[in-house]
């Protein structure tokens, strides 16, 4: 349905003869439906963007959780060797947190690619002493699964 001042507005434009007027929603709405469409499209690459972005945090949750299936969840890939790694690190600290300052996702139709600051706090279990642990810059490489991203390699 026309708004009143949209219908006023095409009672004022010229008519051609044996030409019927011309229709106010064709002429309203092609530019927004144009707009409407790369909206969309921002849209789902945002969407894609804050999934990656997401799944990073999903990681660094499951590291404060010290729990090695929850690590999985995320990382269902992960070699015996990082499960190891990160049981040993389980095993000699508390309070373990990792946390993530990334840069923009490459991001393609099944695979993300994430560049990341990795910093690292922990405590050890022996003497209740905060570890000093340099901070490393990160690759995550992510594929997509069901619909959900998952990580699945850390270099």
Known sequence: MLQRKER?????????KGKAKP????????PAAR???AQVLIDKKMAGVA??????KLF?????SEDIAKIKSV???MSPKAQA???????????????????????GADKAE??????????????NKAVPWPTAQVTFALSKNGGWWHVEDVR
């Open 85 to 107: 790694n990160w049981e040993a690190v389980f095993r000699d600290y508390k309070d373990v947190t990792v946390s993530e300052e990334c840069g923009e996702p490459k991001i």
């Open 23 to 30: 229709r106010g929603d064709r002429l309203q709405h092609k």
């Open 51 to 56: 999934a990656v972005k997401h799944t990073i």
């Open 75 to 77: 990382r269902p890939t």
């Open 8 to 16: 006023r507005r095409l009672r004022r434009l010229p008519r051609k």
């Open 60 to 64: 660094e949750a499951a590291v404060a």
């Open 114 to 127: 994430l560049s990341c600051k990795q910093s690292v706090k922990a405590t050890t279990k022996k003497d």
């Open 35 to 37: 707009a409407a469409g």
